[in-house]
Each structure stands twice: as C-alpha cells, then as structure tokens.
C-alpha cells in the first residue's frame, strides 16, 4: 500500500523548522566523512597494523584474512561497502514499513557515534579494535544517510526540493570543514603527541556527530504509514517482504532505473576523482602534505558556496541541466588535470577550486532529482537503492584505474582515463525522460525540473 507524502502546506512556518533541523544533521554526520574518512583513520589504522605485525613486511589477521599492514584500511573499507549492501536496504525498508524514522536515525546516528568516539582506544597494536570500530561506524553511517534523505520528499515540496538538498549539501561541508579546521590545527600544531592528536581528533568526530543530531531530533517528525503489526519481530519479517517487492516494482518504472543507473555511472566519476586526488598531487605532481591538506579544507569550505549557487542556477535553468552543466566541467576537469606542471601547486588549487564549486551542486541536485522519481511513501526503500549505487560504485572506478595504470604505468593516463564515467553519464542522464518519470511514479512535475 502506497501513503502518500505528507508535506504540511497549511503551516510554513512549521515545514521552514523542520527543514532547519535536518539540514543539522548533514551537519553533525559530516565530520565523520572529513575527520575519519577523508584525512586521519587511514594512516592512522596502517601504523597501527604495522606496529601489530611487527613491520610493513610482517601481516595481520582479521575476519580469517591474513593482511599486509598497507593493505588493511581498504580491506575494511571493501568489507564495510559490502555490508553497507546488505543492511541499507533492510534498514530503508524498515524504516517506511514502520514509519518510525525519526527513531530508527536516531538509533543508528548514536550508535556510529559512540563507534566513533571508541577510536581513542585504539593504540598500540590495537588493530582489531579499531578495525571492527570502523566496521560498525561505517555501515551505521551509509544506514543512518537512507534514512535522512528519506526526509526530502516529506519535509519539501516539489518547488523547493532541489534548493532544500542544496542548503543540506552545503550546510554539510560547512560543519565537516570547521570541525577538520580544528582539528588540523592540534595535528599540525605539535603541541600533544601525534597519536595522542590523532586519536582526539578522531573522538572528536562522534562528539561532533553526537552533538548536532540532538537538533534534527527535536525538530522531525514521523508520518503516517499503512497499518502495520507493531511487535519487532513481524515488523523486520514485514520489511523484508516490503523489500522485495521494492526491487520487482523497480521495473516497473524504467525511467527511475534509467536515472539510477546514470547517477551511478557519473558519481563513479566523481568519487574516484576525489578518492584518487591526494595519490595523483603524491605520486605524479610531487606536492607535499601541506598542500594536499590546504586544499581538502578549501574544497569543503568552496562546496559550501557551490552547492547553493547550483540550487540557485536549478532554479533557472532547471534541475537536469545544472547537473549536466556540471558534468562538463567535471569533464574538462579530468582533462586539464592531465596537464598540470609537476610541483605546481597553484595549477592544483585551482583544479581543486573548480571541483568544489561542482562537487555539491552535482550531488544535492542529484538528490533531489531522484527524490521525484520514486513513488511516495517508499522514500527509504528507494534511497537504500540509491545510496547502494553511491557506495557500491567505487569499485567500478577503482578497476578503471587499476587497468589504466597496469597498462600505462602512468598516473597522468590513469586520471584522465575516468573521462569515459561523466561522458557516459552525461549520455544515459539526456536520455532520461524526468516529466514523464516523475509522473509515472505518482509525483508532481515541478516548473524548474
């Protein structure tokens, strides 16, 4: 059964505070990304196996796995990207059988949080700990993320949706960034031990994200589902059976797959050009930790203002044609990278300006776009889909990569060898009908699409 969205027209001023209030959460899970994700657990995690095997050439045993030391963080990464697959879906399916989504992020936010806050423990050869605290951290976040966006559809019309997600995205990178400010100041600063920086930093991540999710706690609220049995176990048996159906109905609108397959496609691009970054500005243009560093935290602060110049251009010259615009410019990104002068770290800058200026628009309109092409009342359901292409993609990127430099040798052909993701998905999104598919799924076509 189907319920429709409920979107409170009647009060505005109510509707403006809960959009507020989950704005903050994008706020509060951002740290995790930047602080933990991005920069500090890593390196971090890989001295610490190394210490644990006694040397890069000695391993360490995990899940039955017997890993070299270097290897380890992206054997954990993999293994939590493949759980991530596993538990998002039931977790969307969860959370629209029981309508209980207010409860069920919260559950998940302060359990990645407490995980997170664990990582000051892990020292020494404490490999294990905070590998199995990556673990729960990672795959409670990707959960915790279906269930927020899921918000979308029900705390916006369509009118506003591509500006709501568009202040979500950019309010993210704001918090994400003045949290990684802070803590690159102790890192950098040698005032405590680098360990001792590392491991504050990192706890400082779930404190963050623990902190702010009260705000979005306070001001979303539930809404009405079919009726439901309310004992646990039938309503996880519910879930399941709601999610299968959620992956046979998917057939029945084309289009949504269309989308879904051409967002996976260009956010592969996307992804793998800011995981591959840090490796091309090392290896190919010998630039050093400061400015590999400088330059994330210019990025988070430029995404800030690039997300909501997007929203703003979507509002011109309409949603799909922002994302493709953007496209482009990530293209001729892609290209001109393949040119920078070794050792120029202005050239960098720049390219790394121009990726923020993209980076938030392409994913918050992204967003909002599929939030119009699935039918309402399966919002987490449909966004487990979703976020399973926006992690499960990497490795579509990652293997580009791998044959590229295995043929080539060539960090310089590897980077611009991901071309082909922001063509082809350029290609797959002109072709998808978004009026039609947004009415096939029961929705109503904004002006601005």
Known sequence: MTVPQVVDEAAPAARRREQRGWYWYDWADSAFQTTVLTVFLGPYLTSVATTAAGGEGGFVSFLGLDLRP??????????????????????????????????????????????????????????????????????????????YDSFLPQISGVEERDAISSRGWGFGYLGGGLLLAVNLVLYLSGAVETGLAVRVSLASAGMWWAAFTVIPMLRLRNRPVATHDATAGRAVTGSFRQLGRTIADLRGYPRTLLFLAAYLIYNDGVQTVIGFSA??????????????????????????????????????????RTVLASLVVWTAVVAVAYFLQEGAAVQFYAIAFLIAIVLGGTQALSRALYSLVIPPGREAEYFSLYQISDKGSAFLGSLTLTLALQITDSYRSAIVSLIVFFVVGFVLLMTVNLPRAVREAGNEVPQHI
């Not at 993999?78 to 209980?100: C, E, F, K, N, Y």
């Not at 020494?124 to 990672?138: D, Q, R, S, T």
């Not at 010998?286 to 690039?306: N, R």
């Open 70 to 147: 270097k290897a380890y963080f992206t054997a954990l990464v993999t293994i939590s990207v493949l759980l991530q697959i596993v538990i998002m879906p039931v977790v969307g399916a969860l959370a629209d059988h029981t309508g209980r989504k207010k409860q069920i992020l919260a559950f998940l936010a302060y359990l990645g949080a407490a995980a997170t806050l664990g990582f000051y423990f892990v020292s020494g050869g404490g490999y294990a700990l905070g590998g199995a605290l990556f673990l729960l951290a990672n795959v409670v976040y990707g959960s915790a993320r279906v269930v």
């Open 279 to 320: 490796t091309y500005a090392d290896q190919e243009l010998g630039l050093g930790k400061t400015t590999q560093i400088s330059s994330i935290l210019m990025v988070q602060f430029v995404a800030f203002g690039g997300a909501l110049a997007l929203g703003r251009l979507a509002m011109v010259i309409g949603m799909k």
